[in-house]
């Protein structure tokens, strides 16, 4: 085993927590080295949204293939690994359990140390991969699947969660009414796209709970509203892209409203956003012209940073093993994780 004062040299990432295969290579000096994504989109489409078992299966199918991908664009051989980390929670568990594996086994063989990291706390810190970094303390918007959350991010492993879904996620409701629309999965950017053509201000949605105190969301609310203006508007054509705009309008509002609230509260001047729902471009204009005017500063990774991807476990993997970090041999995955239960990289106790 390497010891904690060797420099660290490149992490190997693995995310396997839904329906993405995602691996890459990180190094503190040469940054990210490669990387490779592999969607399992077009398995679950008939299903209309993700087969958990299918997941899995495919993520054991794919995992090693992109590994290999991977070392051969980094220009690197396995040996060169430091260390491996992958995806341990949230998500789906066998899905979870498949980059567990392959990538505690990948470690052990090759005598380095493994590392499980949570997937959301990789979305949140994978704006510090891009060029013009923000410096801690910053605000954070996390959007994805399965969350919502602002968090006050202190640094890394301080995380106070400030604003909470107390519902859907807000991903999830851009999926479930874009099924209601009639469109193919995934939603979200299925929607956005019919947005495009849909006419602002035909529907007037409502911005939950933004007429009370608190950074809490709620977003089951809006599905309904869509699915109730669908059937009014049952025999126009052209309701679906005013409906599918009315509802982006009302989220993207409604996010607005919070992060401005966020920012008047703590005072913080930097906002990042993440998660694949910060991929849209509607949210990321929106936020962009808010924080101009307001004075403060908004950071997006890259859309394809935003979805899911090896790259930010990669980064999280070399951050926390640099920090000294060790997980032990166990195979440990979780379905559920609060963000809020981490801590700073710390070397672990001999
Ligand atoms: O972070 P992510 O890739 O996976 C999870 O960790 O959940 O987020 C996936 C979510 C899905 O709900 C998807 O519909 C949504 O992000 N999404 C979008 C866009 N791209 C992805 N939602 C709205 N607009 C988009 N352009
Ligand atoms: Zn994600």
């Known amino acids: 085993m390497r010891h904690l004062d060797d420099v660290l040299g490149p992490v190997l990432g693995v995310e396997t927590s839904c329906d993405e295969t995602g691996v890459a290579v990180y190094d503190g000096e040469a940054g990210l080295m490669g990387e490779a994504l592999y969607s ?12 958990p078992e299918l ?7 794919k995992t090693l293939g992109l590994v290999n991908t991977v ?6 051989t396995r040996d060169a690994i430091h260390g491996v980390a992958y995806t341990a929670g ?22 380095v140390p493994a590392i499980g990291v949570h997937h959301m706390e990789a979305h949140l810190l994978s704006a510090l991969l891009e060029k013009d970094p ?3 303390p910053f605000l954070a918007l996390l959007v994805s699947g399965g969350h919502t959350m602002l968090v006050d991010v202190k640094g890394v492993g301080q995380y106070e969660v400030l604003g909470n879904t107390l519902d859907d996620a807000v991903g999830e409701a851009f999926d479930k009414t874009a099924r209601l ?25 409502p911005r939950p709970m933004t007429d009370r105190p608190g950074l809490d969301f709620s977003f089951s609310g809006l599905k309904t509203f869509a699915f109730n203006t669908f059937e009014a508007n049952k025999d126009d054509p052209t309701a679906a892209a005013d409906i ?28 990042v956003v993440a998660g694949g729902v910060g991929a849209n471009t509607r949210l990321r204009a929106q936020l962009k012209s808010t924080s101009q005017k307001e004075g403060w500063r908004v950071f997006y990774p890259r859309p394809d940073l935003c979805t899911d991807n090896g790259a930010m476990i990669a980064y999280l993997g070399w951050l926390r093993l640099s920090g000294g970090e060790r997980g032990d041999m166990s195979i440990n995955v979780r379905a559920r994780w609060p963000l809020g239960e981490l801590l700073p990289p710390a070397p672990a106790a001999e």
């Open 40 to 51: 399992q989109i077009a398995l679950h489409a008939d299903y209309g949204g993700v087969v």
């Open 71 to 76: 070392l051969a664009e980094s220009q690197l």
């Open 181 to 205: 629309l009639g469109l193919p999965y995934p939603g979200g950017p299925a929607l956005a796209a019919l947005a495009e053509s849909g006419r602002a201000g035909r529907f007037r949605f």
């Open 244 to 271: 599918a705009r009315a509802f982006e309008d009302a989220v993207v509002d409604t996010l607005t409203i919070k992060c401005r609230r966020a920012v008047e509260q703590t005072g913080r001047d930097s906002l």
């Open 90 to 111: 949230p998500g789906l568990v066998g899905a979870l359990m498949v980059g567990a594996s392959i990538a505690r086994g990948l470690a052990w063989s090759l005598k």
């Open 134 to 136: 923000p410096d801690f």
């Open 55 to 61: 997941a899995s299966r495919d993520h054991i199918r």
